[in-house]
């Protein structure tokens, strides 16, 4: 309990580290908020016409969802810009030095983000408000859909976290920052997968991202496309378990690439 209890205390002491960092410096904490709500006008409103909505419905109603989860998958890149920076500039090894749980810096990262996480999720949830996105759920199916927002971006923190120990330095981070693009729109936010060819509707049905889309469309009571495969119609449960595998296997991962980093 007492090496809890540390690890606990020294992963909040760099959460509010880089807490202080985005108080001092908060230009990239505005653009990190400006570039989700340029996405949600882009598409909402130059795109919107050429989407047919499943069902008929509201356009904005389809695609806030879908753009909730984009934001979550989009936000990897910052996570891993600022793991590489800190180890660049040397600030990962002199924490490693100091007498400190070896879980507090990657924990600490997460905390961080994750509380930068909720503040981007709310500009979203008022940028779709004001662009006529509404929820039709109850309260707890409106929570639900925001706690699954959360988890997975809790889980794809830790991959972003484990990338950026694990990559040369920031000025690899642009080679996979291009994967992230394809990942996300691999997926079932603005295409069907059964209107893709065989095997890559496969694919996106079961893209982690395109569980998360189908659930919280479901629980928010917005359109959505619907299918009569497995994976379809088990978005909500398999909305749960792809994060929670995703942690199982990044976070001891991100641990342990934090132990290995040469001093």
């Known amino acids: ?6 690890a606990v205390a020294d992963g909040w002491t760099i959460t509010r580290r880089d ?14 908020l400006l570039f989700p709500i340029m996405l949600v006008l882009m598409f909402g409103f130059l795109f919107g016409g050429a989407i047919a909505v499943p069902g008929g ?25 600022a793991v590489t920076t800190d180890a660049a500039r040397g600030v990962t090894d002199r924490f490693r030095s100091m007498p400190m749980a070896q879980s507090a810096v990657v924990v ?71 994967l992230v693009w394809p990942i996300g729109f691999l ?6 997968p059964e209107t893709m060819p065989a095997w890559l509707g496969t694919v996106a049905a079961w893209n982690p991202l395109s569980a998360t889309v189908s659930a919280t469309r479901e629980l928010f009571g917005n359109p959505g496309w619907g299918g009569q495969s497995w994976i379809a119609q088990h978005a909500t449960v398999m909305a749960v378990l792809w994060p929670l595998a995703i942690i199982a296997v990044f976070f ?9 980093m040469s001093r």
């Open 252 to 260: 001891p991962l991100s641990v342990r690439a934090f132990r290995r």
């Open 57 to 81: 419905g509201d356009y904005r109603e389809f695609l806030l969802p879908g753009m909730f989860v984009m934001t979550v998958a989009f936000g990897v890149e910052g996570t891993m810009i």
């Open 108 to 178: 600490g990262r997460n905390g961080a983000d994750m509380l930068d996480s909720v503040l981007v999720l709310a500009a979203m949830i008022g940028c779709g408000l004001a662009v006529g996105w509404r929820w039709h759920g109850g309260p707890g199916a409106t929570l639900a859909a925001v706690g699954l927002l959360l988890l997975l971006r809790f889980a794809l923190l830790w991959v972003g976290i484990y990338l950026g120990l694990v990559v040369g330095g920031p000025e690899t981070v642009a080679a996979v920052q291009i």
């Open 187 to 192: 997926s079932n936010v603005f295409v069907a």
């Open 19 to 32: 807490l202080t960092h985005w108080v001092r410096q908060p230009t990239p904490i505005i653009l990190g």
């Open 1 to 6: 309990m007492t090496s809890l209890y540390w």
